[in-house]
DNA sequence: GCCGTTTTCGGCCCGACTGTTTTCAGTCG
């Protein structure tokens, strides 16, 4: 349940990246202000419930959809957020109008260094970091390991040998570390780690929590969660796992691990009458398990990994809906559990019906070996029907992508009688005759207007000149979508997870003009895409523009992206009446008409 | 520094593990 800092990547700050830096900016250069004006306080020393004020104010203006610098345009009184008095709104009004804080250009005079960065390390908090500061004028991770290696870090009082020795191989490690893994990596680590534990015969239940389950785009660690009468007996099984590398800690109920792949496992054994408490600590995000505590306290409740608690009598604790429902709250999906209010929408019996693995009717982007697919036509449509689908789209690459053979016109007639032959037989998946044409830099599509005519979707996507200015990416993007054939915005951000950054253009305007045209956009399935990702889903509906869920798949196992991609929306709060391939084929085919 | 269906003062989310302390602070999730 390790979370980059402690800020949810929120939508706000999402939207502004995608914007290309323009809404929203204001909302993310307050938050990382905030957030290391909270860390130089706590590295001097003050108040801890003032540190804690700025990390949940920045965590309060993380979670807004809508700039700060609009709310103030519009003379919203900013002290009535929540989190934020009127010493803090004066502070984000400064930081609206200046870029930059005076408080936070002081302390970081009197505080210099990289204090950020020392904090970031495991085992290193403000206190030790405070002592390193006073005591050895430690202000650089170079000082450290200096430092460390004179061996002057042990003698401090609260250190010792081994935490300068595990200081100094942090700060080492720090340089070719991969810190998040993608879902299909984890999924790899997942399924034979949880099938060794099974079969240790300790466990009761168990599952994986953490952003694993509440399906975040990548994966930092595992949190898994146990229920058994034999801790030890879970915990020595754990321990006891083929590929793991090293042992970080180890108790009675808990224990944490690194497997062979660097990834770090957390492991934590419950009683039976618990695991409901614990899956739900465990999922987090810490920012929602903050705000659920602070409803059950509100309620004169405690809650904690073990149940939630009346006057020191548990009251809920064996499932899930157990600990909401003692909130007064209905059971809450892990996808949503990111405190961009799903608690107020809980509250008010407006939590959505988020779409299910079974509303998906079809796939409509996928490739065969005619341009860089591995299988067949046919393999693909046989695999599509084996998945329960009942339609999918054919949408090999356009010529310009040479690298992937892409269709001339010629070759995609030729397909287009194969699929009609297809079709005929009957008993297959209706296959429909689609094109992922290119858009070209310069915003047109890369086949004539007559042969895209005769398809029945077009799906357009960027593969090159990624890095375009946001103004100039904008106004090529606003051009395809404005193309009369264009039916489907693929992977419109084009990025690859922990590879390519994605590229920026003013989202806003781009899904606006989405809707306009009655077109769609893509969650691509990819797990190295995921694009659009959460936000993007939610700024569609947002928008009124129907997203397809998609494979992108290019063998016949990938159908099982949809479900990568379906998590995605889930996240974005998406409905099956948002979602374009939950629909029949011949309500389909009218939505589709509208484009073509 | 924020906040109030017990409160405008006195609270602020909770517990396990480690390394260091010889009774617990610091860190982490």
Known sequence: MKEPSDKPEALANEIALAAGSRVGATNERIVAIFDEIADLLDVENANPFRVRAYRNAARSIGALTEDVGAMLARGTDLATLPGIGTDLAGKMREIAETGGSELLTRLRRETPGQIQMLLSLPGLGPRRVHRLEHDLNVHTMEDLAAAAREHRVGMLPGFGPRTEQRLLDAVQARLDRHRRFSLDVAMRAVDPLMAHLRSCGAAQDLAVAGSYRRGRDTVGDLDIAVASGRPQAVIHAFLAYGQTRSVISAGSTRASTVLMNDMQVDLR???????????????????????????????????????????????????????????????????????????????????????????????????????????????????????????????????????????????????????????????????????????????????????????????????????????????????????????????????????????????????????????????????????????????????????????????SADFRNLAWGLTQARRGWLEAADVLNTRSLSRLRAILKKTM
């Open 269 to 555: 054994v419950v009683p039976a009458s618990s695991y409901g408490a614990a899956l739900v600590y465990l999922t987090g995000s810490k920012a929602h398990n903050v705000a659920l505590r602070k409803m059950a306290q509100a309620r004169g409740l405690k809650l904690n990994e073990y149940g939630v608690f009346r006057q020191g009598r548990k009251i809920a604790g064996r499932d899930e809906a157990s600990i909401y429902e003692a909130l007064g709250l209905p059971w809450i999906a892990p996808e949503l559990r990111e405190d961009t209010g799903e608690l107020d929408a809980a509250r008010d019996g407006k939590l959505p019906h988020l779409v299910e693995a079974r509303d998906i009717q079809g796939d409509l982007h996928v490739h065969t070996n005619e341009s860089d697919g591995v299988d067949s036509l046919e393999a693909m449509v046989m695999a599509a029907g084996r998945d329960g689908l009942q339609y999918l789209a054919i949408t090999d690459h356009s010529p310009r992508l040479g690298i992937t053979h892409g269709l001339n016109a010629s070759r995609l007639a030729a397909q287009s009688d194969a699929i009609d032959a297809l079709n005929a037989k009957g008993g297959l998946p209706t296959i429909l005759k689609g094109i992922e044409v290119d858009i070209l830099e310069d915003g047109s599509l890369d086949l004539p207007d007559a042969v895209l005519g005769r398809l029945d979707l077009v799906v357009g996507a960027i593969h090159s000149h990624f890095d375009l200015p946001a103004d100039k990416q904008t106004a090529r993007l606003l051009r395809a979508i404005d193309h009369p054939h264009f039916s489907i915005l693929a992977h419109p951000f084009a990025r690859l997870i922990g590879e390519r950054e994605a590229c920026r253009f003013d989202a806003v305007r781009v899904f606006r003009a989405l809707a306009e045209r009655g077109a769609c956009v893509e969650a691509n399935g990819q797990p190295r895409r995921l694009d659009v990702w959460d936000t993007g889903c939610r700024l569609a509906k947002s928008s009124g523009v129907q997203v397809s869920i998609a494979s992108d798949a290019h063998r």
